[in-house]
């Protein structure tokens, strides 16, 4: 029942064979990217999302300068706490540790604008402020305490 001879049939050449291969490829490649642009954003590795943002809470501890620059070695900041629903987030995942945040541009005015009083616990010359397991405290900007940064999600 076969009518087709061996020499009837057509087989693409090597040229064409690899030409169809690669159109495909690069519209594979295509669609991929278009599903990357339109992917949901979320945090990296090691960040926990909440709201608009992701957060890093580190296991090491380095003074707050050093915090601060590791943060920003990551795209991020350290955390400048705004609501009282992050203040509730971020002590639920600190733990008992004690962590360096961010304090505002000057931190007077950070502490009377953005936090609360009930949240402040400060001291006299003590200048970076941390969250501790209740509230914010200064301390000594060369002691050495955990961190959290913060970055928006992409």
């Known amino acids: ?87 509730q987030f971020l002590k639920r995942y600190k733990c008992t540790s004690d962590h360096w945040i961010h304090p505002g541009s000057q931190t007077k005015q950070w502490t009377e604008i953005i936090v609360p009083n009930h949240w402040l616990n400060t001291k006299e010359n003590e200048e970076c402020p941390y969250l501790n397991e209740d509230s914010i405290a200064t301390a000594r900007c060369y002691t050495e305490r955990k961190w959290i940064c913060e970055k928006k999600i992409r």
């Open 1 to 87: 029942m076969l009518d087709q001879r061996p020499q009837d049939i057509q087989l693409p050449t090597v040229g064409e064979g690899v030409q169809q291969t690669s159109e495909r490829n690069q519209e594979t490649t295509k669609k991929k990217l278009v599903k990357a642009q339109n992917a949901p954003c979320f945090c990296p590795d090691n960040w926990i999302g909440f709201q608009d943002k992701c957060y890093y809470f580190s296991k090491e501890e380095k003074n707050w300068s050093s915090s601060r620059d590791s943060c920003l070695s990551e795209n991020a900041d350290l955390v400048l706490i705004s609501t009282p629903e992050e203040m």
